[in-house]
T-cell receptor
């Protein structure tokens, strides 16, 4: 079974630029999560989708971050404009449904200069 | 509020047992998880325990749950150099979304 795929793996941008990350979850997984992991910290949930609907986006900085999951499969997370403090690893995870264990992708390491 | 705490570092000798500890705050958590993260990689699910269990064993891994004290531990028997990584515990919050709250991670270093 293929795991969660993410791209790109690394991205370096200047502050105030825009960036987008892509995630392809495990086939058949209804729930998809985006996490932000700042160096030395545990992952923090940004947004959770159930199929193509948003379940929880309470910690998403909505003035600059946006995410979508069209057709309930792939998802993109966008930052516009980026700030220095957005430097982190962005992890995508999926699960069969909300109460099931989550499987993580390798993450995208973002550096904002 | 929701909070999960872990000690930051643990160093053990190869062949010894490692015990990584975690405390959590949400008494309504249904599942508690242990994940392993190697450098440059995502999180790998190691094991999980349902909140009505006290212990779960899976090969070299033993999870102990003290629900009264909200304390979770992961014991790794016969620790190997390949076990060197960061270990995260996570609790699920049953407020309807089942989102995970992760601890800060414990960096395990195994000395040869």
């Amino acid at each position: 079974e293929a795991g969660v795929a993410q791209s790109p793996r690394y991205k370096i941008i200047e502050k105030r630029q825009s960036v987008a990350f892509w995630c392809n979850p495990i086939s058949g997984h209804a729930t998809l999560y985006w996490y932000q992991q700042i160096l030395g910290q545990g992952p923090k949930l940004l947004i959770q989708f159930q199929n193509n609907g948003v379940v929880d986006d309470s910690q998403l900085p909505k003035d600059r971050f946006s995410a979508e999951r069209l057709k309930g499969v792939d998802s993109t997370l966008k930052i516009q404009p980026a700030k220095l403090e957005d430097s982190a690893v962005y992890l995508c995870a999926s699960s069969m449904d909300r109460a099931y264990e989550q499987y993580f992708g390798p993450g995208t390491r973002l550096t904002v200069t | 509020g929701e909070d999960v705490e872990q000690s930051l570092f643990l160093s053990v000798r190869e062949g010894d047992s490692s015990v990584i500890n975690c405390t959590y705050t949400d008494s309504s958590s249904t599942y508690l998880y242990w994940y392993k993260q190697e450098p440059g990689a995502g999180l790998q699910l190691l094991t999980y325990i349902f909140s009505n269990m006290d212990m779960k064993q899976d090969q070299r891994l033993t999870v102990l749950l003290n629900k009264k004290d909200k304390h979770l531990s992961l014991r790794i028997a016969d620790t190997q150099t390949g076990d060197s990584a960061i270990y995260f515990c996570a609790e699920t919050c049953t407020s309807g979304t089942y989102k995970y709250i992760f601890g800060t991670g414990t960096r395990l270093k195994v000395l040869a």
